[in-house]
């Protein structure tokens, strides 16, 4: 995989495949670069596809503090500069929505469009802060196991094959509970982002699994009703990862969308 150097020399891992207008894809929690398998095998026509692991996933290095959604967009944006990008589409799945979020507050020019999937602009409320916290302390005391049987119901839709199941399992069990914790504490300290969306010119698509009880339809239609012209669709048959779920429908969306660039 490979790898470019951030301050101190830590490590930020991506991968990349296909070609066109750049599309960075980023995950969301706990998962890695991984949960684009599809998307990285199978790349949409008309997007270079470009998907880091968020520091202390997968094969990216840990760097101490709360991973806060600023930090994470900062050092995608340094993955930009080094592939020498001037602008991409930003993606991101749940948590990685709300860097791709997090970014266009940072860097507005860098983004020719969004893609928001399965993910919200609001912030958490106190109770969600709360038990952000307490994910944090119980991974880091035992480990990521109770984290992932709580999560791994509302995931996905009941018609999964139980082979995507498997591979989602295994990927969430993989990753470092420093990493989960801090990335835990770190969607804690996020800002609601619907300023963010009401202002955002360029081409947006929402996309929303139909049985998401994570970030609901509800949600997806909230911040597609934000940004001028911006394209909602909900597919049928998936939940929270509809990219994995549905990567046909999830596919002929982005394909469609890679005419507006
Ligand atoms: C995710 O899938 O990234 C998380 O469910 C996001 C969250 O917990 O808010």
Redesign the pocket.
């Known amino acids: 995989m490979p790898t470019i150097r951030l301050g101190e020399g830590r490590a930020y891992a991506y991968e990349e495949r296909g070609s066109g207008t750049p599309l960075l894809l980023l995950h969301?929690?706990p998962?890695s670069s991984q949960s684009f398998r599809p998307q990285l095998d199978s790349p949409p026509k008309g997007f270079r596809v470009i998907a880091p692991d968020h520091r202390g996933f997968g094969n990216s290095a840990m760097k101490d503090g709360p991973s806060s959604m600023n930090a994470m967009a900062g050092d995608a944006l340094a993955l930009l500069e080094a592939l020498k990008l001037e602008s991409a589409v930003v993606g991101g799945?749940?948590?990685?929505g709300?860097v791709a979020m997090a970014l266009a507050r940072m860097d507005p020019g860098k983004v020719k469009g969004l893609v928001l999937i399965?993910t919200?602009a609001t912030a958490d409320d106190e109770a969600g802060k709360a038990r952000r916290e307490a994910v944090a302390v119980d991974v880091i005391q035992n480990g990521v196991g109770g984290l992932v049987s709580s999560?791994l119901p509302k995931?996905l839709a009941a018609k999964t094959p139980d082979v995507v199941r498997g591979r989602v399992e295994a990927m969430m069990l993989k990753q470092a509970p420093e990493a989960v914790a801090a990335a835990s504490r770190g969607?804690a300290t996020r800002v609601d982002s619907k300023d963010l969306l009401a202002r955002f010119a360029g081409p947006t698509l929402v996309i929303v699994g139909e049985h998401d009880a994570?970030?609901p339809p509800a949600k997806a239609k909230e911040m597609a009703d934000l940004v001028s012209g911006a394209q909602l669709e909900v597919i049928p048959e998936a939940a929270?990862l509809t990219n994995l779920e549905q990567p046909a429908a999830f596919k002929r969306l982005l394909e469609q969308f890679a005419t507006k660039f």
């Open positions: 969301g929690f998962f799945v749940s948590m990685g709300y399965d919200q999560m995931l969607m994570i970030t929270h």
